[in-house]
C-alpha cells in the first residue's frame, strides 16, 4: 500500500534543465530521491540530497562516481546489458518503497525511443493507482485510466491535448474546454483532442473505457 505522503522524484539520463529541476525539488517537498545513470550527473551539479542511485553507469563521469562511492547514499549498479531500463529500475524501487506519487525529470529529450519507453513505465504506477508522470520544462505527460478533473491555476502550461495510449477511448466527454465533447469514441490514430484548452476553473474529463494518455504543455 503506498504511503499516503511518499513522494518520489527520479532523476534520469535524458534531457533536463537545470533550472527547473531545481524548482522542482524545491517546491515538491520530495521524501525520496533516486538519481538514475546520467541523471546522478544532474542531481551533483544542483547538490541535491539522495536517497538512492542506480544504473550501469556508462555515461557518468568516473570523478563524480566515485566521490558518490565514498558517501553513504546506496548505490545499486547494473550491467549494461540486462532486459529492463536503469528507468524502469528506479519506477520499479519507487513502487516498492511505496510511493504515492512519482515525477520522471530527464525521461523525455531526443531519443525518441526512450521517451516512449519512459511513458510505457507509467503502466506500472497506473496499475498500482500510484500518481506518476515525465515532467520537464514544456511538458506533464501522464495516463489515466478513470475520470478525472483539472484546476486551470495548477495545470502545467495552457494546453492540454489526449490520445488513447492502447486501444480506444469509450464515452469520452470533456467540459470546461474551448472545445468541450461529449461522450465520443477517441480511436487511436485520432488527432481530434490535440491542442485543446481550459476555459472554466474547473474542467472535467470523463470515459468509460480505456487509458487516456494526458498532455499538459507550454507550446
Known sequence: MAEMNHKVLIITGGSIDDDFLKDCAENNKYTEIIAVDRGLMAADRLNLPLNSIVGDFDSVSGDVLEK??????????FPMEKDKTD?????????????????????????????????????????KQVDACLLDSSN??????????LQ????????????????????????GF??????????????LC??????EEEAVISFTKGILTVFETKD
Open 178 to 191: 474551448k472545445y468541450p465533447l461529449d461522450r465520443i469514441h477517441l480511436a487511436a490514430g485520432e488527432s
Open 87 to 127: 528507468t524502469q529500475i528506479a519506477v520499479e524501487m519507487a513502487l516498492s518503497h511505496n510511493a504515492a506519487e512519482i515525477h520522471l525529470i530527464g525521461a523525455t529529450g531526443s531519443r525518441l525511443d526512450h521517451t516512449l519507453a519512459n511513458l510505457h513505465l507509467l503502466l506500472f504506477p497506473l496499475e
Open 152 to 175: 486551470r491555476e495548477k495545470q502545467h502550461g495552457r494546453y492540454v491535448s489526449f490520445l488513447p495510449f492502447h486501444g480506444d477511448v469509450y464515452g469520452l466527454t470533456l467540459e
Open 68 to 77: 558518490y562511492k565514498e558517501s553513504i547514499v546506496p548505490i545499486e549498479t
Open 194 to 199: 490535440i491542442s485543446n484548452e481550459i476555459v
Open 140 to 149: 506533464k505527460i501522464y495516463l489515466k485510466k478513470e475520470s478525472f478533473t
